[in-house]
């Protein structure tokens, strides 16, 4: 498998909008010729008779069936707020007039 090059590694993170000193061009490079030779080396390991997976147990949903019910009406709702108006909240403005 071919080496990724310092310039290769400086070409990327220009891509990326980083920029890289020349001590971390060179740190990287290596780093990242490690990664890469970890990738390949899974698809030496993978065989045709095993299914691609996300994940090696069979996951289950764990949650309850969504059920119907009731909830409260506007009154209600607006029953212990400090101040409403037009079935709503009404709360301190935050944002100037510069909308």
């Given at each position: 498998?071919?080496?990724?090059?310092?310039?290769?590694?400086?070409?990327?993170?220009?891509?990326?909008?980083?920029?890289?000193?020349?001590?971390?061009?060179?740190?990287?490079?290596?780093?990242?010729?490690?990664?890469?030779?970890?990738?390949?080396?899974?698809?030496?390991?993978?065989?045709?008779?095993?299914?691609?997976?996300?994940h090696p147990l069979?996951?289950?949903?764990?949650?309850?069936?969504?059920?119907v019910r009731p909830?409260?009406?506007?009154?209600?709702?607006?029953?212990?707020?400090?101040?409403?108006?037009?079935?709503?909240?009404?709360v301190p403005r935050?944002?100037?007039?510069?909308?």
């Amino acid at each position: 498998m071919p080496e990724i090059t310092r310039d290769e590694v400086a070409h990327l993170a220009d891509l990326a909008r980083i920029d890289l000193s020349d001590a971390e061009l060179d740190h990287l490079a290596p780093q990242l010729n490690v990664i890469l030779e970890s990738v390949a080396s899974l698809s030496e390991v993978a065989s045709a008779d095993v299914p691609p997976t996300s994940h090696p147990l069979p996951l289950t949903n764990v949650f309850r069936e969504d059920v119907v019910r009731p909830g409260l009406s506007a009154e209600q709702a607006l029953a212990a707020a400090p101040a409403s108006a037009q079935q709503r909240f009404m709360v301190p403005r935050i944002l100037g007039d510069e909308q």
